[in-house]
């Protein structure tokens, strides 16, 4: 008989051992469910929640609130959701209480950022209040300027984007929405200032793009704001402001008109020149404050005014204006009158130029009389060319 033990079959002491790991295993085990079941239990109790937020009262509104906070990050994605309603105590009552869940999160918290994203993703199917809801959520975790390039500020950038994205145009007729523009003009206004060197990076066009579009579809108070912003964070919007010296309301010209003043590398004086015609008395006052700035005199000033003005009659007063100046560079100016939309004033310059400076003026008059979009003026330019001595000796039938 053997006597030795079977060194497969188990000891009393493994079998102690074996059985306090499943002990353990299944101990484990326990307070795994038992921490699913919490889980789910905040999921459920979040969407709940959610379920009597979008049917509640004001008088219950606050105590939701208060049980949001409570329930923590469960309850983030259904607050979201509740943005799609387009009934303003839903609204305001989901995004108080995302308020409370974010208002201790540090900057560079995660949950901030994907937050932020969930906003983001969400924002083209929210109502136009859970649009402006989102944006004055980030808006109020901004007590300082963010980091540029930061991951937060990246978050900004894309909600910045999409809001670009869902500004709508304004039916004709009507006065567009303020509601949108305004909380992306709270947020807009929080974000630091750029640089030239800055110009290409992301947040910098998210921000462009989204003052764009408030500039052509936004309603007159948050136009001027944003032409406000444009001058204090220095984003590349000139063409964009020239276009609004053309806008309805002269609040908004204004405002253009000193975002472009000083814009001595980006603006001609030109621009600034048909601002002096402006119906609204202010506009113009500006628009001359502006000019005297750039170190242009007032006779300039009064010369530029005429050569800008709708009526060619007026137009041609430059002719005698400039005649015989000191002061002035007349060829100068008659060359630009040369270039002039109405016929008839070209036609008065080119005269001008020959009778004033004879031989000097040749090579413009023989642009005109190969160039012009006129015959009339072509033969014109052709016949004073004649006169001195060159080209056709009179104006050809």
Not at 261 to 289: C, F
Request: charged share 25%; aromatic share 4%; proline share 7%.
């Amino acid at each position: 008989m053997n006597t030795h033990p079977n060194p497969v079959a188990p000891t009393g002491q493994t079998r102690r051992a074996a059985s306090k790991l499943l002990v353990r295993l299944g101990a484990l085990a326990v307070i795994g469910a038992a921490a699913a079941g919490i889980y789910f239990q905040k999921e459920l109790q979040a969407a709940w929640l959610a379920r009597q937020i979008a049917q509640t009262t004001e008088a219950e509104a606050p105590q939701w609130i208060e049980q949001a906070k409570e329930l923590g990050d469960p309850a983030m994605a259904p607050l979201v959701g509740l943005l799609l309603s387009d009934r303003e105590l839903v609204v305001k009552t989901a995004t108080k209480a995302l308020q409370g869940l974010s208002e201790n999160w540090a900057e560079d918290d995660p949950r901030r950022i994907l937050l932020a994203g969930r906003l983001t993703m969400g924002f083209a199917a929210f109502s136009p209040l859970g649009q402006a809801a989102s944006l004055e959520l980030v808006s109020s975790w901004l007590v300082e300027p963010p980091v540029p390039g930061s991951p937060l500020m990246q978050a900004v950038s894309g909600l910045l984007a999409q809001a670009a994205l869902g500004l709508v145009e304004p039916v004709p007729g009507t006065e567009p929405d303020a509601t949108v523009p305004k909380a992306a003009m709270t947020l807009l206004a929080r974000l630091p200032a750029t640089g030239e060197e800055e110009f290409q990076r992301v947040d910098t066009l998210a921000r462009r793009d989204l003052l764009r579009q408030i500039l052509r579809k936004g309603d007159p108070a948050s136009r001027v704001e944003a032409i406000s912003i444009i001058i204090r964070t220095k984003v590349d919007l000139y063409e964009d402001l020239v276009s609004s010296l053309e806008d309805p309301i002269a609040g908004v010209r204004r405002a253009s008109v000193l975002a472009l003043a000083p814009a001595t590398d980006k603006v001609r004086e030109d621009v600034l020149l048909g601002a002096l015609h402006d119906s609204d008395p202010e506009v113009e006052r500006l628009a001359e404050l502006a000019l005297s700035a750039r170190g242009l005199s007032p006779e300039h000033i009064r010369l530029g005014k005429l050569l800008t003005d709708a009526d060619p009659t007026r137009r041609l007063e430059v002719l005698d204006m400039v005649h015989g100046s000191t002061d002035l560079d007349e060829k100068l100016w008659l060359e630009r009158l040369s270039h002039d939309r109405s016929a008839s004033v070209r036609a008065a310059a080119a005269r001008a130029l020959s009778g004033r400076f004879g031989t000097e003026a040749n090579d413009r008059l023989r642009q005109m009389a190969g160039s012009d979009p006129s015959p009339s003026v072509s033969r014109i330019a052709g016949f004073y060319l004649g006169q001195q001595g060159r080209g056709v000796r009179e104006i050809p039938k």
